[in-house]
Each structure stands twice: as structure tokens, then as C-alpha cells.
């Protein structure tokens, strides 16, 4: 059976609720194992063991997450070349912008030579005062429900064979 490894991290909560909803679509796949893990969780084992991925990340600080680029620094070299042409998508939480957390991310999935299977989902807060950003975030429902096909999109391409 294949695995798909939904790694993520949130600090109030919005990436959190797209990567559950991701599984949730991967999870109606019977013919692939769904792991949804923190970043701070992830081994290079874990990322090795697993056939796809969706990576879900804030946007902080125009980059990526801190615990998102420490699972990347500490998986990036134990995996390299191992991860050829694997399949992931991309699903990033952002107040206003998100460019750049993409941009980051796909220069590392580059490196990795992993194969981008799905549109990247970019969703907005659009919380702007300080207050507002460290707000519990909730995502809306239509844009849950993009990460949720996005999710099942992968699995089933992963059962199928078809990436
Ligand atoms: C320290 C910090 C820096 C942030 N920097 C950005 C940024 O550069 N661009 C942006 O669009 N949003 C930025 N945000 C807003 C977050 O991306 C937004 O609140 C999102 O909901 C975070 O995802 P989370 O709820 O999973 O933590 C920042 C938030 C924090 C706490």
C-alpha cells in the first residue's frame, strides 16, 4: 500500500485545518495510507518511507515557517536523491501574501527533485493588526474544501499509480 506524508505546521491554527483537511480527502482513499504529522514530529525516516506528500505551511516573515525550515534543514540531505520524482502538492496559509513561502518551498522541492502533481493552495486571512495575526484562525469551508481534493487528488493518484 502507499503512504501519503502530510507534514505541517501552525502556529494559530489555519494550516492546521487545511492539512486535516487534506487527509480527511486522502482518507477516503482505501488503497493508500494517510500519516499527518507536525513538522517537529517528521523524521528523514518518515519522509523516506512515504511514496507522496503535501507540504502545509504559514507564511512568517515572507518564508516559510521556522519549524517548517528546520524539518527541511534536518530531512533535506538524508533524503536527497532518494525522493526522485515522488509526487506532492504544496498548501500554504498566508494573512495577505504567501509568494514567498511558495517560492521557498518550491525551491526546495526542486532540490529534491519531487514532482509537483496538484495546484498550489494558497489561502488568506487577511488578518492585518497584530492582534488579528495571533487570532485562533478559521479557515472557510470552500477553501477547506479545495485542500480536501487536493488531498484525496494525491491518494488516489498514489493507489492508482498514476503519477
Ligand atoms: C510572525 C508572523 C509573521 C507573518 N508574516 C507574514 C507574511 O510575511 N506574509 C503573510 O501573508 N502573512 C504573514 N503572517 C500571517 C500568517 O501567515 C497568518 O496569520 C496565517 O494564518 C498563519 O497560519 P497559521 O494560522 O497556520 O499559523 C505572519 C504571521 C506571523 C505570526
Known sequence: MKT????YHSLTGGTRQMAESAAAGA?????TRTRLQTA??????DVLAADGYIFATPENLAAISGQMKDFFDRCYYPCLDHLNARPYAALIC????????LRQLTRITTGWRLKQVADPIITLTHAQ?????LSPKTISAPALSRCTETGAALATGLALGIF
Open 27 to 31: 482518507a477516503t482513499e482505501p488503497g
Open 40 to 45: 517537529q514530529d517528521t523524521t528523514p525516516e
Open 129 to 133: 493588526t497584530p492582534e488579528s495575526i
Open 4 to 7: 501519503l506524508l502530510i507534514v
Open 94 to 101: 498566508a494573512g495577505s501574501d504567501g509568494q514567498n513561502a
